[in-house]
């Protein structure tokens, strides 16, 4: 069965199982970057960190990518954060979407980034590069996450220094939100660029191996007894931030088998 609806952008059929939400922000950061916001549909449920697949009602056959939740479980709206690819097939049309427009979005939502998938420990790392700070972003604003760790701290490496003004924002607003404020006073961001002048520069892997980002946030190396990681970016940089954090005994977990760390990949490129 399908449904017809009423937008601005050229109309097809919304597929059977999915839901048609309505754009309710956008705002671009750079010409990399973007984030948009969409009305929450009521029988949704998700776990704050899990993504879920977003397309646009823009063919028979709409191309769908897997998207991080960048909005907390709780939240009324749902909060994505994505790239700008030229020619790639859904970020390509998706980068033009305006409020109003629709959004497309399977019913499941799923990940490994969720707090059921780690062990209890003290304190939890978060380690991302570009968009991968998206789960991140649903999470530092999950009461829940300053429930079961006493200390957060969330590494986000980019390019330049225009693309860290999303988590440097968020992160300035969740210690102002009067839900999470008071929970998230354990919350510290370190921002790094790889390709412009900053005052913390580096990739997280080589600021981990000289012992850079502990000196510069006053804390002890990672260890198993107290550390928790959880890790979005690139697949090069999952695969080097895990083999960093297993240097420091850490292991990977998975929802039916919690551990130290857990690893996710920022999808869209
Ligand atoms: P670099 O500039 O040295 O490539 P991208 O926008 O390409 O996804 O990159 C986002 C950030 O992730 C950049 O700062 C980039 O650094 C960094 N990065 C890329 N590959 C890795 C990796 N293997 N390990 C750690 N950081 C990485």
Redesign the pocket.
Known sequence: MTIEIQTSQQEFPIPAGVFAQKVTSVQHYTDRLFKFRVTRPESFRFRSGEFVMIGLPNAEKPVFRAYSIASPSWDEEIEFYSIKVEDGPLTEHLQKIKVGDTVLMRKKSTGTLVKDALLPGKRLWMFS??TGIAPFASLIRDPETYEKFEEVILTH???DVGELTYGQELVAAVKDDPLCGEFAQGLRLYST???EDYPFQG???DLMASGKVFEDLGVSPISAEIDRGMIC??M??L???KAALEGFGLVEGANNRPDTFVVERAFVD
Do not use: L, P, V
């Open positions: 590069t570009g490496t980019c390019r660029t790889t390709r990739r997280i892997t970016g690139s090069a940089m695969h080097d931030t």
